[in-house]
């Protein structure tokens, strides 16, 4: 889901490179890191399991690709190829704007190949999102091995839609860059048919009429109207979930503002340790963990952290921290 910053006057778009295990997912997006100017390279996250890593990047393109006067920022990320591994890939999956298919070319892997894309379709299913509707390039990789499959026949079997097509070669960057414009571009392009750049015009507040100073404080009534006026079945899944949720809004609807945080900060962990479990990988930092392959920034989870450490030692809390927690939530579980 394409996040817009009227601050930098950037839209980040979230393209996720996924396929088998060990089909050069890791190592295709290692190689566009490596090409970046050396001054200009974001800082890579990466997520180690015993045979394979999620990794993840953001940057701007030397294309600059714009939406209006919107420059796009590409966030880049790949997803563990290991079946064991699902519940991850399902949350890298969240929020995708864009996929990059990325499929190993030696003939004992055809069937994997096969069975990564109808997980991927499944996957979207569970989120909600349909295969079909999302922009989608595919990179037939390790074209430099000797056991491999024509591209023809693997454009033939993997690739149904007639999709962009990309002969690559990871290692040394042969075809990643091309499959990486492609995908971009198809995501622009989907995101301007969508009707993004007139909404853009709407929101831009240079674009808009002078808005009354009183404006804010209205904004978060309206949430708390909506809080208020909605049901806990409404806003959250069943179960200890349900019951986490209601704590976060009892405290809110009776301004207890540093016990709302603390409550959506336990319902946060509990969330994170059943990912964490189904993982098979708790560890203490499982929540940064959860909520960055959720999508959520570095800096909104330090303001989360910074709100979190003010509650537990007793400081005043500003109703507007306790809101950003509650909808961080909702974000998080939705």
Not at 79 to 103: C, E, H, M, S
Not at 170 to 193: C, H, P, W, Y
Request: some cysteine; aromatic content about 8%; hydrophobic content about 45%.
């Amino acid at each position: 889901m394409s996040a817009i910053n009227f601050h930098t006057k950037e839209i980040s778009v979230k393209i996720v490179y996924y396929g088998p295990g060990l089909c050069g997912k890791t190592t295709s997006l290692q190689t566009i890191y490596k090409s970046l100017p050396e001054s200009e390279r974001p800082r890579l996250v990466s997520l180690a399991t015993d045979v394979d890593r999620t990794i993840f990047f953001d940057f701007l393109p030397l294309t600059a690709y714009r939406i209006r006067d919107f420059k796009v920022r590409v966030q880049l990320y790949t997803v563990p190829g290991q079946v064991f591994y699902n519940a991850t890939r399902k949350l890298v999956l969240n929020g995708v704007d864009g996929i990059v298919f990325v499929a190993d070319s030696q003939r004992a892997m055809l069937d994997s190949n096969l069975e990564s894309l109808q997980n991927l379709a499944d996957n979207l299913a569970e989120l909600g999102l349909d295969l079909a509707q999302i922009p989608m390039v595919m990179q037939f990789n390790k074209r430099d091995l000797t056991d491999i499959l024509p591209v023809e026949d693997l454009d033939r079997r993997l690739n149904p839609r007639q999709l962009p097509v990309f002969a690559t070669v990871a290692t040394t960057g042969e075809g990643l860059f091309e499959a990486l414009k492609a995908v971009s571009q198809l995501v622009v392009n989907d995101l301007i048919r969508k009707g993004l750049g007139e909404q853009l015009r709407r929101s831009d507040p240079e674009s808009r009429a002078p808005v009354p100073a009183a404006q804010p404080k209205e904004s978060f009534a309206t949430v708390e109207e909506a809080v208020r006026e909605s049901t806990d079945s409404s806003l959250w899944p069943a179960g200890e979930t349900a019951r986490l949720g209601a704590q976060v809004l009892a405290a809110l609807e009776q301004r207890r503002f540093a016990h709302a945080i603390l409550a959506a900060q336990a319902l946060l962990e509990h969330e994170a340790r059943q990912w964490a479990e189904v993982e098979g990988r708790y560890t203490p930092d499982a929540l940064a963990t959860f909520l960055f392959l959720r999508g959520v920034s570095a800096g909104r989870y330090r303001a989360f952290l910074q709100s979190l450490v003010s509650a537990r030692a007793g400081k005043p809390i500003q109703r507007s921290a306790a809101l950003n927690a509650l909808v961080l939530a909702l974000e998080v579980l939705w």
